[in-house]
């Protein structure tokens, strides 16, 4: 399975907006980008996902990088909630099993008020 | 709330027992992923059925076996307990096997003394 490298932690201001790297230079032709958070003591919730193209929706934008070996997370504007660990996973659309992956340690995200 | 159910939150039991941790996956969803997340680790993916047959394998122990009912509920059995098998246990379920999101509950503590 191709990997993904994140920074261990990233410090943000409230109300300002984050931008969270992830680097993925094996990934191939058939793996989507996605994101997943996991606040203090809950499990993973879903964020966003992409393929190519820039994504946005209610959450958060990723911004794929053309060559396709990075891309970024971005919150437009942090807020306490927002405090949590951000995994970068890739998934093989060809994998009938799409969550076998081993989610690295992830990004965590400190908003300061 | 996700719409995954776990039970127990909580469970502590001595080295050389055996426990049984309990998934309700959302109404509708016909695969069940089951991961275990160690002290400020990544999710490790443990195993997924889909409708009541396992579908996929990761890197689960013999000593642990899962098995996903007719109503779809799942259940993970860990035995011969040891030490470092504490840790966070979470389910995760998806309407089929190749969903781009996967809903997460709120994990079971198992803690091995």
């Not at chain 2, 443990?46 to 076996?65: T, V």
Request: include cysteine; glycine fraction near 6%.
């Amino acid at each position: 399975d191709a990997k993904t490298t994140q920074p261990n932690s990233m410090e943000s201001n409230e109300e300002e907006p984050v931008h969270l790297p992830c680097n993925h230079s094996t990934i191939s032709g058939t793996d989507y980008i996605h994101w997943y958070r996991q606040l203090p003591s809950q499990g993973p919730e879903y964020v966003i996902h992409g393929l190519t193209s820039n994504v946005n929706n209610r959450m958060a934008s990723l911004a794929i990088a053309e060559d396709r070996k990075s891309s970024t997370l971005i919150l437009h504007r942090a807020t306490l909630r927002d405090a949590a660990v951000y995994y970068c996973i890739l998934r093989d659309v060809r994998m009938d099993s799409n969550y076998q992956l081993i989610w690295g340690a992830g990004t965590k995200l400190i908003i300061k008020p | 709330d996700s719409g995954v159910t776990q039970t127990p939150k909580h469970l502590i039991t001595a080295t050389g027992q055996r426990v049984t941790l309990r998934c309700s996956p959302r109404s509708g969803d016909l695969s069940v992923y089951w991961y275990q997340q160690s002290l400020d680790q990544g999710l490790q993916f443990l195993i997924q059925y889909y409708n009541g047959e396992e579908r996929a394998k990761g890197n689960i122990l013999e000593r642990f076996s899962a098995q996903q009912f007719p109503d779809l509920h799942s259940e993970l059995n860990l035995s011969s307990l040891e030490l470092g098998d504490s840790a966070l246990y979470f389910c995760a379920s998806s309407p089929q096997t190749q969903n781009t999101e996967a809903f997460f509950g709120q994990g079971t503590r198992l803690t091995v003394v």
